[in-house]
Each structure stands twice: as structure tokens, then as C-alpha cells.
């Protein structure tokens, strides 16, 4: 094979920044609410049950595997493929698994740069008091208001797109890592705060039952199938981010026990999100509505009319930012890390031109609900489940084994075997059948065997 060994990078200088990096991107918006909501949906305590098995059994081995990845390529995660498929004797083909992670990385920017716009609207109007006291119908029509606001929703979108372009072209370790670095002790110590608040003033006890009593009579297969593709979104799997961050990670970190620290940082902070948010939710005697509405009317209504709801307010729209932020830009470091290592183009220039992609995505999605579902449906339920599937296969089947061997080898053979199992076999079962559940394709096959069999 040609090619010339992969130059060595700059890491991240501390394994620590690493892991506040990667759980800055784990931790983000499907935390927040989508955590909190399906498993109140889905029999609680039985849903979480199964949601750890499936971070246990599929999320962590295949984050594991991302990490290997990147830091055996050392390289953006679509030159990291070729040269490891290279090296490996593979398919040059299996670089797709890195093109559709950037083309993931920048449907997926879309979309949640508007959602995360709408949070940092009302960072502004819960700290000005414009809500306090409002009833609500009030809040509701606010939401509805802003929704109908084209400019509005342009000039926040394209604030934060902006912040994340300037964090991405500061560079790995000044941008991602300083801003991990920052964000993340603000972003634990709102959280904590809001707990601490929920605690004093909200129904905590009708938040537990919601969140844990366990009812396995609700937990369908259908729910073990959303708990697995949330496993996945919410350890942002599947697209090439946590391989670009590998790149990044200093040699001698074990692998395996950092993916665990990730993992259990990022389901911490789902938990306890619910914990905050239900218990202010209960005690205004609300529903707990789904997705946008309980960010943005729900909680929104408890807060104009409890004690201190202005300062609570806004401290959840400042973590909803951050925890959006520190998300975003590990949606954009694959690309940008593949443009500029190419050597044509600096990381400023590239960051503009993925950057812009991205915000002109989201000005579609502003206008058009139509292109968000399908921006969101695409990425999420086709492309992540897919580059997920192919990256547990070619580490798990193809990669050379003395590249395992230097990479994994602090696990025991054990522990070693169980993990070759799991990406083997496992996280390709599991992931392949979300990825057909999504396509539909499980829906026809259950017709068509009830029909056979019937
Ligand atoms: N994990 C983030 C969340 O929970 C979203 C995210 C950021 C993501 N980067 C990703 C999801 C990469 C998949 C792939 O909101």
C-alpha cells in the first residue's frame, strides 16, 4: 500500500479534556427533553432498565469502537477509514462510513441549530420578566409567535451557528477543548442548581413515580426498539464525531474506560434532568407534553408563575444552550477536520464554508417543517443507524488485529472477547433492526410472517 503513515497529531493534551469534549457532545439537546419524555412515555423504571442495557450492551462497545477508530487512523474520520481499510486489506469503500458522517453531521446541524435558536430566545425573554405572570395561553401564543417568526428565528439560528463556527476555528484544543472545558462546570452546576430547586419547591415524588415506577406492561417492543436509537443519538454515535474526537485522544488513555466514564456522565445528566424538570411540571399540575412543547410552553408556564421563576427560567435556557453548543460543534469538527487536513483550505475557511451549509439547511427548516422532518428523520433514523452498523462491522470483523491489539490492550482477554462479541454480533443485530424498524422494512416483514404464518 502507498500510503504514508498518518502523521501524528496534537492531542487534547489532557485525557480529561477528551472526556469533557466528548460528553460536552454527548450531552445536548435529546438529553433534556427527549430523555426525560420517553421514558415517561414507555414504563418508566422498566424503559430505564432497558435503556442501560442498551448503552451497556451496544452504546459503549460501539463508542469504544468510534474512539479506536480515530485514534488508530489520527486522522478526520474519512481519511481515518481509508487509511485503516488500507492498511487493514479492506474495501477503499468503507471511507463511505466517514462521507456520511459529515453529510449526517450537517443535516443534523440544521435542524438543531434552529431548535437551539429558540432556547437562546428565551434566555432574553424569561430574563427581561416579558413572561412572568403570563398564563398559559399567553405562553403558548409566545411559542406559536415565535414559530411564525421567520426574522426572529433567522437572527438566533445564525447567532449560533456563528459561535460554533468561531469555537471550531479556534482550533481542537483552544475551540472544542477550552470551550469543553468552560461550559461543561457551568453546564453541571445549572443542573444541579435546577435539581436543588425541584427538590425544595416541586413535586419530586409524582416525578420519581413518572420517572421510575417500573411498568413492564407499557414497554413494548417497539419501546426496547426507541431506547436503542436514543442509546444511540444521545452518545452521539454513528457519524464519525466521536471518531474525530479519538484523533484527539492521547495515546496512552484507556479506551474502554473512558468510553464508560462518557457514557455514565451523559446518562447522569438524562436522569437528572428528569428529576429536575418533571417535579416543576407536576406541581403546576401540567402534562408532560412531548418534545419542543415541554421545553418551550410547558416549563416555560411553571415558570412564569412560581417563586424565583425568573432566575430558574433562564438558568435552564443558558444550560439548554450550552448543552446545544458543545453538541454542535462536534457536528461540524468531522468535516472541518476533513477540509483542512487536506491541506487546501485553513480551519477558519472551512469552518465558514461547512458552517454555511449548515445555516443555509436551517433557514429551509425555518420555512419549511416539511424539510426539518425530513432533514431529522434522515440523518437520525437512516444515517446514524447505518454508519453505526458499518463501524461496529469493520472494527469489529476487518480491522487488523494488531491494531486492536494496541489499542485495547489494556482490557483483559475477558473483557477483550466480550467486546469483539458485542460489536460482532450484538450492536449490529440491535442497530440493523432499528435501522429496519425505521425504514419500515420490520413493519412489512412482521405482516409478511403473521401472513405466512396464519
Ligand atoms: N448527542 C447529542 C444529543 O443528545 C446530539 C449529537 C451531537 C449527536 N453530536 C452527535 C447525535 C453526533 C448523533 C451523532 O442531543
Redesign the pocket.
Known amino acids: 500500500m502507498t500510503h504514508t503513515p498518518p502523521a501524528p497529531r496534537r492531542g487534547w493534551v489532557s485525557r480529561w479534556t477528551f472526556i469533557l469534549a466528548a460528553t460536552g457532545?454527548?450531552?445536548?439537546?435529546?438529553?433534556i427533553w427527549k430523555f426525560p419524555y420517553i421514558t415517561g412515555e414507555n414504563g418508566g423504571g422498566a424503559f430505564v432498565l432497558v435503556y442501560l442495557a442498551c448503552i451497556l450492551l451496544v452504546g459503549i462497545p460501539v463508542m469504544m469502537a468510534e474512539i479506536l477508530l480515530g485514534r488508530a487512523g489520527r486522522r478526520n474520520p474519512i481519511d481515518s477509514m481509508r487509511t485503516l481499510a488500507a492498511s487493514s486489506g479492506a474495501h477503499p469503500l468503507w471511507r463511505l462510513i466517514g462521507i456520511s458522517g459529515v453529510l449526517a453531521?450537517l443535516m443534523?446541524l440544521s435542524f438543531y441549530s434552529v431548535i437551539a435558536g429558540w432556547a437562546l430566545d428565551y434566555i432574553p425573554r424569561t430574563a427581561s420578566g416579558s413572561l412572568a405572570g403570563a398564563n398559559a395561553a399567553a405562553v403558548a401564543e409566545a411559542f406559536a409567535g415565535l414559530q411564525a417568526d421567520g426574522h426572529s428565528q433567522l437572527v438566533w439560528h445564525t447567532a449560533f451557528i456563528a459561535m460554533t463556527v468561531i469555537i471550531i476555528a479556534f482550533g481542537v484544543s483552544r475551540g472544542i477543548g477550552g470551550t469543553a472545558r468552560t461550559l461543561m462546570p457551568v453546564l453541571f452546576a445549572l443542573l444541579l442548581l435546577l435539581l436543588g430547586y425541584s427538590l425544595a419547591y416541586g413535586d419530586f415524588e409524582h416525578a420519581v413515580r413518572f420517572l421510575f415506577a417500573a411498568d413492564f406492561s407499557r414497554l413494548s417492543a417497539g419501546a426496547v426498539l426507541v431506547a436503542l436509537g436514543h442509546a444511540f443519538?444521545?452518545?452521539?454515535?454513528?457519524?464519525g464525531?466521536i471518531m474525530a474526537y479519538g484523533a484527539y485522544m492521547p495515546p496512552q488513555a484507556s479506551i474502554a474506560g473512558t468510553a464508560l466514564i462518557i457514557a455514565v456522565l451523559d446518562t447522569a445528566v438524562a436522569l437528572v434532568a428528569g428529576l429536575a424538570i418533571f417535579p416543576l411540571v407536576f406541581a403546576h399540575q401540567l402534562a408532560p407534553a412531548a418534545g419542543p412543547g415541554l421545553m418551550f410552553v410547558t416549563l416555560p408556564i411553571a415558570f412564569a408563575d412560581m417563586t424565583g421563576g425568573l432566575y430558574i427560567g433562564t438558568a435552564f435556557f443558558l444550560l439548554l444552550s450550552i448543552a446545544a453548543l458543545t453538541?454542535a460543534i462536534?457536528?461540524l469538527e468531522p468535516g472541518v477536520a476533513w477540509l483542512s487536513e487536506r491541506g487546501r483550505l485553513g480551519r477558519l475557511p472551512a469552518s465558514l464554508l461547512l458552517g454555511g451549509i449548515a445555516w443555509l439547511g436551517g433557514i429551509a427548516c425555518i420555512h419549511s417543517g416539511t424539510v426539518f422532518n425530513i432533514l431529522d428523520f434522515t440523518a437520525t433514523n437512516l444515517l446514524?443507524p447505518a454508519g453505526g452498523l458499518l463501524i461496529a462491522l469493520f472494527a469489529g470483523w476487518c480491522l487488523r488485529p494488531s491494531l486492536l491489539q494496541a489499542e485495547l490492550g489494556d482490557l483483559s482477554p475477558g473483557l477483550s472477547r466480550i467486546w469483539r462479541l458485542l460489536v460482532r454480533v450484538i450492536a449490529p443485530l440491535g442497530v440493523g433492526l432499528v435501522l429496519l424498524s425505521s425504514t419500515g422494512a420490520l413493519n412489512g416483514l412482521r405482516i409478511w410472517l403473521t401472513g405466512a404464518v396464519t
Request: no cysteine; hydrophobic share 50%; charged share 0%.
Open positions: 457532545s454527548a450531552v445536548g439537546l435529546g438529553n453531521g443534523i443519538f444521545t452518545l452521539s454515535l454513528g457519524m464525531a453538541s462536534s457536528l446514524l
